[in-house]
């Protein structure tokens, strides 16, 4: 009885203590003037956190097996990911910020609103440039060619969570963030919804076996984002919110059903093993024949491959 009270229990509440452990953390350090260091903090802990729990409570046991691309994973993740997004968030608060103050949207921010409301506010406005970036990269076979190296990933692990190339990495913030200083949000408002982000993001790939529950209507999730890997098609085009579900619900995309996602993730196309492969793969043939999409009525296959 205790003990499957105790398996409950961490089926449903592991994500959400673990979510609110680092949010709290970085919480702290806001308030005390250390954002960064907390911030880093709460992303290696949140690691270590689910380096144990994939190891102890894994959803699919041979996604513990090294697929040799975890050096690649990580330089995807510090070199396109992270760095791109602190130049970008530098570039935005000098550049879009200057801008935006000569503008009629300057000044319309509700700083007068109690914080965990903006912040809230913050993550939906920023929801819908990265639902219509995510779902751009789906659908316009000129922007899949980029998106197919994180879908290339033949497991889902947190090592994963930042296997993006460039050039998606820089749409997604480029449809997303602007809106934010164009509105005149502070600055603490963007830390907000950059650590909310890197911690849900972290938590959505991560391979530990937890249940949701109504949360998948809200909030993305490892199970939803499970389906988003599929190469059934039908699920895969589905779950495009990174954070939220709101838009993916609004535009009927959202898929969530109660049998167990396939393990069968991946793409159809070949990928190359090494990160320069994978940063110059996408502008192959760019203007020739090579078809690289995944767009709507793309049929899915077996074929994925990485080292092709
Ligand atoms: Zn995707």
């Known amino acids: 009885m205790i003990r499957s009270l105790v398996r409950f229990a961490r089926l449903y509440l592991l994500w959400p203590l673990l979510l609110c452990a ?18 880093n903090l709460a992303y290696l802990g949140l690691a270590a956190c689910l380096f144990l729990a994939e190891r102890r409570w894994p959803y699919e046991r041979a996604w513990l097996e090294n697929d040799g691309q975890i050096g690649v994973d990580l330089a995807h993740t510090v070199l396109n990911k992270s760095a791109v997004q602190v130049l970008v968030a530098v570039g935005a608060v000098f550049g879009v910020a200057e801008v935006a103050r000569g503008t009629e949207l300057h000044g319309v921010w509700p700083g007068e609103w109690w914080l965990p409301a903006q912040v809230l506010l913050a993550l939906v406005l920023v929801e819908a440039g990265l639902y219509a970036a995510h779902r751009l990269a789906h659908e316009w076979r000129f922007l899949w060619r980029f998106h197919a190296v994180h879908h290339s990933a033949p497991r889902l692990t947190f090592i994963n969570t930042g296997r993006f190339h460039l050039v998606d990495t820089v749409t997604s913030i480029l449809l997303s963030q602007p809106i934010l200083f164009l509105a005149g949000a502070p600055i603490e408002i963007f830390k907000w919804v950059s650590a909310t982000t890197a911690f849900i993001g972290m938590l959505t790939h991560c391979n530990v076996e937890m249940r949701f529950g109504f949360l998948n209507y809200i909030v993305n999730t490892p199970v939803l984002h499970r389906f988003h890997h599929s ?3 039908k699920e895969g085009n589905r779950n495009y919110g990174e954070n939220l579900m709101i838009f993916d619900l609004l ?58």
């Open 22 to 39: 680092a949010l709290t953390i970085t919480w702290t350090g806001i308030a005390h003037g250390y954002s960064f260091l907390a911030f």
């Open 231 to 233: 190469r059934d098609l």
């Open 251 to 308: 535009f009927g995309t959202h898929h969530y059903a109660r049998y167990r996602p396939s393990v069968r993730i991946g793409i159809d196309e070949p990928m190359p093993a090494s990160f320069l492969g994978q940063m110059t793969h996408p502008f192959r043939g760019l203007f020739g024949e090579r078809d690289g999409g995944r767009g709507k009525g793309a049929s899915g296959g077996p074929a994925g491959r990485i080292g092709a």
